[in-house]
């Protein structure tokens, strides 16, 4: 069974950093895509980052970039999303999810139709 556990989450200030983390179990990374999401409370989900081991990066959002970044390690198979700079407006439940990449699109165009997808995690990010 596919699974998808996010981690890393946590309450942290502003202008500092976390890391949060998503491991893949059952899943062959170099086969997927994956991106980040997050969804603050009242807002719509909102893509934050793509990529795969074949492209590499393939989006980052216009409201992280500089800030945010995302990278694989396929002997973990583990994603990272590097999130520096925080600002309170980043505080949102985070979630991976992986659609295989010949259909990648779909990671970045918005429609969220991805295959398989975590739980979250939270963060907090205080003024």
């Known amino acids: 069974e596919v699974q998808l556990v996010e981690s890393g989450g946590g309450l942290v200030q502003t202008g500092g950093s976390l890391r949060v983390s998503c491991v893949a179990s059952?899943?062959?990374?170099?086969?997927?895509?994956i991106g980040w999401f997050r969804q603050a409370p009242g807002k719509d989900r909102e893509v934050i980052s793509c990529?795969?081991?074949?492209?590499?990066?393939?989006f980052i959002a216009d409201s992280v970039k500089g800030r945010f970044t995302s990278s694989i390690d396929s002997g973990e198979n583990t994603v990272y999303l590097q999130m520096n700079s925080l600002e309170p407006e980043d505080t949102a439940v985070y979630s991976c999810?992986?659609?295989?990449?010949?259909?990648?699109?779909?990671?970045?165009?918005?429609?969220?139709?991805?295959?398989?997808w975590g739980k979250g995690t939270q963060v907090t990010v205080s003024s």
């Open positions: 059952d899943l062959y990374l170099d086969d997927n895509t």
């Open positions: 999810a992986a659609i295989e990449n010949d259909y990648r699109d779909a990671c970045y165009e918005g429609t969220y139709d991805m295959t398989y």
């Open positions: 990529i795969n081991t074949v492209e590499g990066l393939l």
